[in-house]
Structure formats: structure tokens, C-alpha cells
């Protein structure tokens, strides 16, 4: 079947929306692990049926599901995600030490190069590798283990690994982004990191130009241009040229430069998607509209996207892994909110329409192109 | 044989019965019974304590005879009628995190 599977983690269960290429009708199926928090789900791209689910648990720890049938059944992997020697400390938010303790995978990123091969950043901020399906994780401790490591403090989520994106031309190369840490690039799969938050700003810093601190909030990059990476930090959205050697402001005329997630079209690689919320105190989007904002230009130009969306009385936020979109000739652009909506649209913004209105709390949405 | 209440919130999350029946060769202690659940149904590592640490959770927690064991000694010897089954070894899950 040509179509989309969506893929939504929520506070309580995971849920798999399908539809044709067409996107108007949906198949909803789940909650799967019926009241477990799913952080994020996410399959293969290099084999569709192969997803994998994070779903940490306050009493029990963390837990991995994958399923080879396309989300039908699933079975645990393995949950030990074990740092590497001696953890050591970062710091806290009061600026004192704070041992490294495990909390949860928040993302879980599947090699675009080896099937066998996925990647998960997790809480307290650190890298996890399995080469064998899930079978066995390693850490990539040089992060970890960065001479800036014990400098890293938490944003208001925690001290999370969240966004991993890999260069389709060179495996060993991968982009992470720590909360509150920043920006950081490996070019050696692993071997070494090297912070790359150069041009960032952020007034919580007393040093600006501070080589770790940003408290970055997504990452994403188009396949064609992979030296190109956009920004939605904290406060400002931000682009660099150069593989995050400098990054340069393109918030322009966005009514707030505070979001969460970032994504790129399918097919324009300097068309970008963020979703302005008012601060980081209210945490839902200005004047109550609900407003998707487009830049045809890579940034500093933006439309309000507004067809479909609620205008009024809409106090939703948009977490940072909670926006995907598909790669159908026509692109569809997706997010879900804390309310419970999964809004879809399938002219690259253009219009809106809400596949489910009232599921839990939505924590991420992955999607799947299928043919 | 050593009785062992398992927690009800673990429901699928694992593959253990609500009350385990296990065997544990040597000094019968929590970390003991722990290892040896784990022998038996593996879908428990990582859910009771902590991969890294080897702590137990800190929404778990273990009675015998209704008894708060939870901060002793995780490797000091239980009761005998812990390890006679006499009196079963209880794992109960805080009222929280759901």
C-alpha cells in the first residue's frame, strides 16, 4: 500500500494512524501498551516493519519494544542501557554537582545505514548504541565524557539527549542536541564530539560565547543539504551553513522565536516548519491561535499557517519531537499537541485537518512513508 | 521453596506470576531472591532495580510480615520463615506513577 503510518507516543500508550496517499481517511489503531508512557516510536528506514518504542515507566525503569510486523505485535528488547565507567557528575539546576542517573530513552533514532543498527539519546544526557536489533546497547561514552560533561545542566525536561539526526552520505557522521547543553557533532561514529554552538545566544548564559549551555530544543536537516541544520532553540530559530561550525539567527518576523520542534519539507530543502509558542513560562501558543509558520526561505520570512487550526481558546503545546512529516510527492506535515490532537496536512501546510482530537497527551510523532 | 509476591502494576511488563515460587541456594536475602527471580523469569532485570546501580527502585519496596524492609541491608539474611515459605517475601509498587 502507498500511504503513511503515523507514529504517536503518548502519556498513555502509543497509537498508529494509516492512511492511503490520499490522507483523508485514517485507520487508528493502538493504545499499544495501553497506559504506559511512550516517549517515542520510530521505525526503519531502511525496512518499514521494523519499529521500535520507548516506553519508560516511573515504578519500573525503562523498557524497549520493537515490532518487525509493521506495529501489529511486539516484543521487549533489551532495557539495559548501562553508562560506560564511572558516571561521575554534572551539574544542577542550584549549579552544584548532580550525579548521572539514568531515566529514560527519549529518543530512539534507527541507522539509515545498517538495519541492525539503532541509536538512543537518553536522560541524563548520554549516547546509547546497539548493533545487534536491540539484542545489546553500548554507550558512546566521549560524550558522556566530554571535558565539558560536568558542566551540563538541565533544562526545565531534564538533562535529555532528544534529537539525533544522521548524515546520509557518511555514517560516522551524527548531529545530537542536549538539553541544556547544545549542539554536538561526531565524525568518527562516536569517537570524539565536538560542541558546535558557535553564534548561539542565549540570555541564561553569563558567557555568550560559552562553548556548551544553549539549551537547544530540536535539530533537523534536509538529506540533499546535509551541511545545513536549522535550530528551534529555547528563545530563537536558528540556521547554519556549515555543519554547525556558525549558526546564524532566522527567527525574522515569527511573533515568538520560543517552540519546540523543527522539520524541513520533503522536498524544498529551504522550506521550514516551526510552531511559535509564547514563552517558556506560558507554554502555549500567542493569542491562544494555533499557528504553524512556514519560511520558503530557509528562515527570516514566515507565513502564518492558519487553514484548519483552532484560532481561539487554544492553550496546546507542541513538544520537540512531536512534528514529522512524509515524503509523498505532495508532502504532509504533522504534529501532535499536549491536548491530545494529531493535526495532519497533506499540501505541505496549506490546510489542516485533525486525524484524532482527543487521545492523551501527545509526547512525539514519527512518520512512516509506505509503498 | 521461597514465596514471592510480584507486584500487580508489573501486569504484562513481564512474564512472572503474581506470587512466585522460587528456589535460592546459599544465605536467603532480597538481593538473593531478587537474582534468583530474574534467573527465572529474565523480563524482570532492570524492572525492580536499577540496571546501573543494582538499587532497588525507589517506587519499590519490600515487606516480610508486614515489615518495611526496604532500607535494611539488601544483603543481609531474611527471616527463617522467609526461607522455610512459612511467610512470603512481599514487592509491593509505591501508590504512584501511574
Known amino acids: 500500500m502507498t500511504g503513511v503510518r503515523v507514529l ?14 490520499a490522507r483523508e481517511n485514517w485507520d487508528i489503531s493502538g493504545p499499544h501498551f495501553p497506559g504506559a508512557e511512550v516517549y517515542h516510536m520510530k521505525g526503519s528506514a531502511l525496512n518499514p516493519d521494523l519499529i521500535w518504542a520507548s516506553q519508560p515507566n516511573d515504578w519500573f525503569g525503562q523498557l524497549v519494544h520493537r515490532s518487525r510486523d509493521g506495529g501489529q505485535t511486539w516484543e521487549q528488547v533489551s532495557n539495559e542501557l548501562r553508562y560506560d565507567g564511572e558516571t561521575g557528575t554534572h551539574q544542577w539546576y542550584d549549579g552544584t554537582p548532580h550525579p548521572w542517573d539514568f531515566k529514560r530513552i527519549w529518543h530512539l533514532e534507527p541507522s539509515i545505514h545498517d538495519e541492525n543498527v539503532i541509536f538512543a539519546g537518553v536522560e541524563d544526557a548520554a549516547m546509547f548504541k546497539s548493533i545487534d536489533g536491540g539484542e545489546s546497547w553500548q554507550e558512546l561514552p566521549a560524550l558522556r565524557n566530554h571535558s565539558t560533561g560536568d558542566s551540563w545542566q538541565p533544562g526545565a525536561g531534564g538533562l535529555c539527549l532528544h534529537t539525533i539526526l544522521q548524515d546520509p552520505r557518511d555514517p560516522d557522521r551524527l548531529y545530537i542536541a542536549i538539553s541544556a547543553a547544545g549542539a554536538f557533532r561526531t565524525d568518527d561514529g562516536g569517537e570524539t564530539w565536538l560542541p558546535i554552538n ?16 544553549h539549551c537547544v530544543h530540536n535539530l533537523a536537516l534536509h538529506p540533499s543539504r546535509p551541511d545545513t541544520l536549522f535550530m528551534q532553540k529555547h528563545w530563537d530559530v536558528m540556521r547554519t551553513d556549515s555543519a554547525g561550525e556558525l549558526w546564524t539567527e532566522v527567527s525574522g518576523n515569527l511573533p515568538s522565536d520560543f517552540g519546540f520542534p523543527i522539520v524541513v519539507h520533503a522536498h524544498e530543502p529551504e522550506t521550514i516548519y516551526v510552531v511559535p509558542i509564547l514563552s517558556d513560562y506560558y507554554h502555549y501558543p500567542p493569542e491562544g491561535k494555533l ?32 512534528m514529522s512529516i512524509d515524503t509523498l510527492p505532495e508532502c504532509g506535515i504533522y504534529f501532535g499537541t499536549t491536548g491530545g490532537q494529531v493535526y495532519a496536512s497533506a499540501d505541505s501546510g496549506d490546510t489542516w485537518n485533525a486525524i484524532v482530537h482527543d487521545l492523551p497527551k501527545v509526547l512525539s510523532i514519527e512518520v512512516q512513508t509506505l509503498s | 521453596m521461597i514465596r514471592v509476591i510480584i507486584p500487580s502494576q508489573l501486569g504484562s511488563l513481564s512474564d512472572a506470576p503474581k506470587e512466585a515460587v522460587i528456589q535460592v541456594d546459599g544465605t536467603v536475602t532480597p538481593n538473593a531472591i531478587l537474582d534468583a527471580l530474574e534467573v527465572t523469569y529474565p523480563r524482570l532485570k532492570g524492572l525492580l532495580r536499577d540496571n546501573q546501580t543494582r538499587q532497588r527502585r525507589p517506587m519499590i519496596r519490600y515487606f516480610v510480615a508486614e515489615e518495611d524492609i526496604s532500607h535494611a541491608d539488601p544483603d543481609a539474611e531474611l527471616p527463617a520463615e522467609v526461607a522455610s515459605g512459612k511467610e512470603p517475601f512481599w514487592i509491593v509498587a509505591a501508590i504512584s506513577g501511574g
Open chain 1, 198 to 213: 558557535k553564534g548561539l545566544r542565549s540570555d541564561y548564559i553569563p558567557d555568550q560565547d560559552a562553548e556548551v549551555g
Open chain 1, 8 to 21: 504517536v507516543g503518548t502519556a498513555k500508550g502509543g497509537f498508529i494512524l494509516t492512511s492511503d496517499e
Open chain 1, 291 to 322: 499557528r504553524v509558520y512556514r519560511s520558503r526561505s530557509g528562515g527570516n520570512e514566515w507565513e502564518a499557517l492558519t487553514a484548519g487550526l483552532p484560532q481561539e481558546n487554544c492553550y496546546v503545546n507542541i513538544l520537540r519531537d512531536a
